[in-house]
């Protein structure tokens, strides 16, 4: 107990160095604090008031340099102590902070009260743009990077049924995730990509870009290339999983993207496949999809992709039809396991509602009007 509470002190102080700096900082690792004090007390119990003398420990991203790439969101990078303190932080326990909460995107209100800190809602044939909040942030996309994945792989022409082999080389060493593709597991190009956009399957994505001609890094040249082609100006990738938060991308990109995928019959039904059972090794496994709403009869989604990492929260694209009109959704940082769900349903509530005449939503953080401004 002793050394818990010397790594809170430790924490406290060495954040009080960087909040006087960037206020809103202090404000989401309060709140981030708070729900994570909250998740723990037992259910049906009122939570006790904490001494004040006692304040809690303030949660802060473990990326200390990926902060300072949350563009054009105002976010300087923390010095050195916290820095220290973040790394205590980890072995302590104390949760990660998302890159949006680091900047204070979760506190924008907006008429519909989502819970995500970015929401982009485009009509895909007019461009005009129906909904946006926060939608200049460029943020981390976890495994929304997959979309850009298999765009690589189709448009490479590469044979789908060519073997590719699971090895050492795709196991997570960033993140340390698991997977139930072992290593010595083969499949086929094509499985391997419906694995990748289906159930977000990382060592099939690695895979992927592992089996590009010229290997991983002439992949990641490819990603890069293909994406200042179709105008996703805002976007860079490091890797093909989404594991590193170094992967970044913006609500107006991400809807080209999703423009571009469905375009792509194979991208369209992989993506928004159910179920699919596989045979490795002579056992057959099932893997689902990671949104629920491909099953939703209330839903016409034609192109689908999750992600989640701590520095990105839980994202969620989609090319919809609403109401005759083909839409992109992009979901960023959204608070909560199912709250990307609760935001998606909501815009389609709200689209649904007032179809003959949707007024536009444009809101945004004070960071972000404070940069536009400079």
Same mark, same amino acid.
């Given at each position: 107990m002793k050394r818990v509470q010397t790594l809170c002190v430790m924490l406290s102080v060495a954040l009080g160095l960087s909040v006087g700096a960037v206020p809103s900082k202090a404000h989401a690792a309060s709140d981030a604090a708070a729900v994570s004090a909250k998740k723990k007390k037992p259910a049906g119990k009122p939570a006790s008031p904490q001494p004040a003398s006692k304040p809690k420990p303030k949660a802060a991203p473990d990326r200390l340099s990926d902060a300072g790439r949350v563009v054009p969101v105002a976010v300087a990078r923390r010095p050195a102590a916290v820095a220290g303190a973040a790394a205590v932080a980890a072995g302590a326990g104390v949760g990660v902070m998302s890159q949006g909460q680091a900047a204070g995107l979760h506190r924008t209100a907006d008429p519909l009260d989502l819970k995500s800190a970015v929401a982009h809602v485009e009509d895909l044939d007019t461009r005009e743009v129906l909904f946006s909040k926060n939608s200049d942030a460029v943020l981390p996309i976890a495994s929304i990077t997959k979309l850009m994945t298999a765009l690589v792989v189709t448009d490479a022409g590469l044979d789908l049924d060519e073997t590719i082999t699971i090895s050492e080389a795709d196991v997570d060493t960033e993140k340390h995730s698991t997977s139930r593709l072992r290593? =010595?597991?083969?499949?086929?190009?094509?499985?391997?990509?419906?694995?990748?956009?289906?159930?977000?399957?990382?060592?099939?994505?690695?895979?992927?870009?592992?089996?590009?001609?010229?290997?991983?890094?002439?992949?990641?040249a490819a990603m890069n290339a293909k994406?200042?082609?179709?105008?996703?100006?805002?976007?860079?990738?490091?890797?093909?999983?989404?594991?590193?938060?170094?992967?970044?991308?913006? =609500?107006?990109?991400?809807?080209?993207?999703?423009?571009?995928?469905?375009?792509?019959?194979?991208?369209?039904?992989?993506?928004?496949?159910?179920?699919?059972?596989?045979?490795?090794?002579?056992?057959?496994?099932?893997?689902?999809?990671?949104?629920?709403?491909?099953?939703?009869?209330?839903?016409?989604?034609?192109?689908?992709?999750?992600?989640?990492?701590?520095?990105?929260?839980?994202?969620?694209?989609?090319?919809?039809?609403?109401?005759?009109?083909?839409?992109?959704?992009?979901?960023?940082?959204?608070?909560?396991?199912?709250?990307?769900?609760?935001?998606?349903?909501?815009?389609?509530?709200?689209?649904?509602?007032?179809?003959?005449?949707?007024?536009p939503v444009k809101v945004q953080a004070p960071a972000l009007q404070r940069e536009r401004r400079t």
């Open positions: 290593v =010595g597991y083969s499949m086929t190009r094509r499985e391997a990509m419906h694995l990748a956009l289906m159930s977000s399957e990382n060592r099939a994505a690695h895979a992927l870009g592992r089996h590009y001609p010229g290997g991983l890094q002439a992949f990641v994406a200042h082609s179709i105008g996703m100006n805002d976007s860079r990738f490091v890797e093909p999983t989404g594991l590193s938060s170094s992967n970044v991308s913006s =609500g107006p990109d991400l809807a080209r993207l999703l423009r571009v995928t469905n375009d792509k019959p194979l991208i369209r039904e992989l993506s928004t496949s159910p179920g699919q059972v596989f045979t490795f090794n002579g056992r057959p496994m099932q893997f689902n999809n990671t949104n629920a709403l491909v099953k939703s009869n209330q839903w016409d989604i034609n192109v689908s992709k999750t992600g989640f990492i701590s520095e990105a929260g839980r994202c969620l694209v989609m090319h919809v039809k609403i109401e005759g009109r083909r839409l992109a959704i992009v979901l960023l940082d959204s608070f909560g396991k199912a709250s990307r769900l609760g935001d998606a349903n909501r815009i389609r509530k709200w689209l649904e509602t007032h179809h003959a005449d949707v007024a």
